[in-house]
């Protein structure tokens, strides 16, 4: 096993704000569905590559925070994803920082009011 994470669920209490936010932010889009009687929008996912993918999800269960884990997102221009970010409303936690051969990291909080990361490797 190369990557232990299958499946993440991030807390929402607006869904179509949510869904609109990481749709624009990120550039993707979230298939809807009602699962188990909770409000899901799933990121893509390609079963035949290693690694996880999740969806916000929305009900009793489900509380949006800046305490417990955190999530990293993959993407090509962190700068760029900050600023779609900001223009979405979104608040910088933890700015921009070179971490060496790691790449560059940023925390946001979404629209729900979750921390979560951004993540950029290095070219």
């Known amino acids: 096993m190369t990557n232990p994470v299958y499946h993440f669920e991030i807390p929402v209490t607006d869904m179509e704000r949510a869904v609109a936010f990481y749709q624009r932010v990120f550039g993707f889009q979230l298939d809807r569905q009602t ?7 799933f990121f893509p996912r390609t079963e035949d590559r290693p690694g996880a993918s999740g969806a916000l999800a929305k009900g009793h269960v489900y ?3 800046h305490s417990g884990c955190i999530l990293y997102f993959d993407v090509e221009d962190i700068d760029a994803v900050l600023r779609l970010s900001e223009a979405e409303g979104a608040k910088v936690l933890y700015p921009k920082k070179d971490i060496g051969a ?3 990291v940023a925390e946001i909080e979404d629209s729900e009011g979750n921390r979560i990361a951004l993540n950029q490797v290095p070219a």
């Open 35 to 41: 699962v188990d009687g909770y409000e899901m929008a």
């Open 63 to 65: 509380t949006p925070s």
């Open 102 to 104: 790691g790449g560059f």
